[in-house]
């Protein structure tokens, strides 16, 4: 007879990772992610705010107020903070 040890999963480096940036930035509590990303190093974070600032506002056919609805309504349907 075999004996099966159940052990818990494995704790990934990433899973690691998010549970001290949650806990080193407590001013983002119960946002998403991405915002405890930005609080935790902001000078890190510099080139994607930058970045998604010009995708956001760089002028085109569709205006800053719709593409900040798409990206809410998107964030719904994936039950994402936004």
Same mark, same amino acid.
């Given at each position: =007879?075999?004996?099966? &040890?159940l052990c818990?999963? *494995?704790?990934? *480096?990433?899973? =690691? ?6 806990? !080193? %930035? ?5 946002? !998403?992610?991405? #915002? @405890? /990303? ?6 890190? %974070?510099?080139? /994607? &705010?930058?970045? %998604?600032?010009?995708? +956001? #506002? @760089? ?6 107020g719709e #593409?900040?609805?798409?990206?809410? +309504? ?6 994402? /903070?936004?």
């Amino acid at each position: =007879m075999i004996a099966i &040890l159940l052990c818990p999963p *494995p704790t990934f *480096p990433a899973d =690691m990772f998010i549970a001290h940036l949650k806990a !080193s %930035t407590p001013q983002a509590n119960g946002q !998403s992610d991405l #915002r @405890h /990303l930005f609080a935790y190093d902001p000078s890190r %974070t510099r080139h /994607l &705010l930058q970045f %998604t600032q010009a995708v +956001m #506002r @760089h002028p085109g056919p569709v205006s800053p107020g719709e #593409r900040e609805l798409l990206a809410a +309504m998107t964030s719904s349907d994936n039950q994402c /903070l936004f």
